[in-house]
């Protein structure tokens, strides 16, 4: 016959032993609060020290993190940035956007893609600021690696998307799955290079993802399609703890184009990032926005049939760098009176201006960039 007493009561009656007792019950009771009470205290103390190693583990994670670099905010270098005179007046976007600021006054750090007009060379306020800033940190850390910056501002054929100043595309030559070639020639980079040459290539794309992390934040979208470099930079990313991302995973694999560059888009309300004051006497200057052409003519499809004269200077490769446009067109007033892109396209083939026509393409000038194709290059579509 089984004993209904419960264990702690049966482990104390062993332990007590010997004759029996008088009132063997009450004995039995006594040992039973002992032992329960004994059992208690322990889960006491084994909670008290869990608490204490969970505090103990927490403080050092803070101690950790208190002793880790900190994300320095990104900020804009001190360079003038072309902007209509509706911004001054408080205009928001479309009225008001940001010219990227021509490459020769970006000490190298960029350069515009051969295929994007300067017609789309503008966008928000903070996507501009955005690029400058990214290319500006992008070159500290590779200071031999030029960019290539294109569409910020760029509807129609080519692209499904770049319709609303907060999408562009940015590129590595030589450093991504594929070089774009022109002609629709895409050779792979990766092609008779040695697994070292290939991880290097790798560190350089993934660097670059990184650093357009930290200047949005981590509110990015990337289009790229190289899974290694999407699986590492995912790995890093979720190690920051930025806020949700708007976009979803940061880097998400589209269509084959994206072999051969990054897809950047940001959000409508990202803030412009801080800017480094213009040295004295310097002022940004004001210059009326250049409306795209037609989404569905021609010369929106690629940068080198806008004009005979710009196409045959290019095939030819201009010995020096273009300089920008003088100070005192770009600092004049907009006004009415000024000649719009349309007009300068249909005058006849004249010598090429910077109120007129698109300054000469800086890839044919980029040692690390492929050579200038001749005829009209494919289009390439987002």
């Given at each position: 016959m089984r004993s209904s007493l419960p264990i702690p009561t049966l482990l104390a009656l062993a332990l007590i032993g010997g004759p029996a007792c008088e009132d063997a019950s009450t004995d039995a009771e006594e040992a039973a609060e002992t032992v329960e009470a004994a059992a208690a205290t322990a889960v006491n103390e084994a909670t008290e020290e869990a608490v204490e190693e969970a505090t103990a583990a927490a403080q050092e994670a803070v101690e950790t993190a208190e002793a880790l670099p900190r994300r320095e905010p990104c900020t804009v270098p001190a360079i003038p940035i072309p902007r209509p005179v509706e911004?001054?007046?408080?205009?928001?976007?479309?009225?008001?956007?940001?010219?990227?600021?021509?490459?020769?006054?970006?000490?190298?750090?960029?350069?515009?893609?051969?295929?994007?007009?300067?017609?789309?060379?503008?966008?928000?306020?903070?996507?501009?600021?955005?690029?400058?800033?990214?290319?500006?940190?992008?070159?500290?850390?590779?200071?031999?690696?030029?960019?290539?910056?294109?569409?910020?501002?760029?509807?129609g054929p080519r692209h499904q998307t770049h319709d609303r100043g907060v999408d562009f595309d940015i590129y590595l030559p030589g450093a991504m799955l594929v070089e774009n070639a022109g002609g629709g020639d895409y050779p792979s980079n990766h092609e008779g290079k040695s697994a070292a040459e290939i991880e290097a290539t790798r560190q350089r794309v993934e660097g670059l993802a990184r650093v357009l992390a930290e200047c949005s934040e981590g509110a990015l979208r990337i289009y790229y399609n190289d899974p290694v470099v999407l699986e590492r930079f995912h790995e890093w990313y979720d190690a920051q703890g930025y806020d949700e991302n708007p976009f979803g995973r940061p880097m998400q694999v589209h269509n084959h184009l994206h072999d051969f560059h990054f897809h950047i888009t940001i959000p409508e309300d990202l803030e412009v990032l801080p800017m480094a004051p213009l040295p004295p006497g310097t002022e940004h200057p004001f210059q009326t926005i250049e409306e795209p052409p037609d989404p569905d003519s021609a010369p929106n499809l690629a940068s080198r049939n806008r004009n005979t004269t710009w196409r045959?200077?290019?095939?030819?490769?201009?010995?020096?760098?273009?300089?920008?446009?003088?100070?005192?067109?770009?600092?004049?007033?907009?006004?009415?009176?000024?000649?719009?892109?349309?007009?300068?396209?249909?005058?006849?083939?004249?010598?090429?201006?910077a109120a007129a026509a698109p300054a000469a393409d800086e890839a044919a000038r980029a040692p690390a960039a492929p050579a200038p194709m001749a005829g009209t290059p494919a289009p390439a579509a987002d």
């Open positions: 911004c001054a007046r408080g205009r928001s976007y479309p009225q008001c956007k940001w010219q990227m600021p021509h490459a020769t006054l970006s000490e190298g750090r960029y350069r515009r893609w051969r295929n994007t007009i300067m017609e789309h060379w503008w966008g928000r306020p903070a996507l501009v600021a955005y690029i400058v800033a990214s290319t500006a940190r992008y070159r500290e850390r590779f200071p031999d690696q030029i960019l290539a910056v294109g569409d910020l501002d760029a509807p045959a200077e290019m095939e030819a490769g201009p010995e020096e760098d273009t300089p920008p446009p003088a100070t005192a067109t770009m600092n004049a007033t907009p006004t009415d009176e000024s000649p719009s892109s349309a007009a300068a396209m249909t005058a006849a083939p004249a010598p090429m201006t």
